[in-house]
């Protein structure tokens, strides 16, 4: 079963900008969707970005112009480029192919 690990996460100022990275442990099939969720404390897990299989992305509302979902051409990373950072997106956040998930990274956004 495919294995997912995420990197990049950490503290930020707001403004800031960071790179998640979500490596598989081997070639994602084509056919599964892409996908970032996140956690904040004390709240429940939300959707944060989605990329379909013939690479259209959607996002949430909260993180649209300032976020983007990609992967690299062989499909074994997925990224989520976060830019104008703010406080309330701080969380934890886990990347997914709708069947395995990541163990999660944190990112904080504190001045």
């Known amino acids: 079963q495919e294995r997912f690990v995420e990197s990049g996460g950490g503290l930020v100022q707001p403004g800031g900008s960071l790179r998640l990275s979500c490596a598989a442990s081997?070639?994602?099939?084509?056919?599964?969707?892409l996908g970032w969720y996140r956690q904040a404390p004390e709240k429940q897990r939300e959707w944060v970005a989605t990329?379909?299989?013939?690479?259209?992305?959607v996002y949430t509302d909260s993180v649209k112009g300032r976020f983007t979902i990609s992967a690299d051409n062989a499909r074994t990373t997925i990224f989520l480029q976060m830019d104008s950072l703010k406080p309330e997106d701080t969380a934890i956040y886990y990347c997914?192919?709708?069947?395995?998930w990541g163990q999660g990274i944190q990112v904080t956004v504190s001045s």
């Open positions: 990329m379909h299989e013939n690479g259209v992305a």
């Open positions: 997914t192919c709708g069947i395995t």
């Open positions: 081997g070639t994602i099939d084509s056919s599964f969707v």
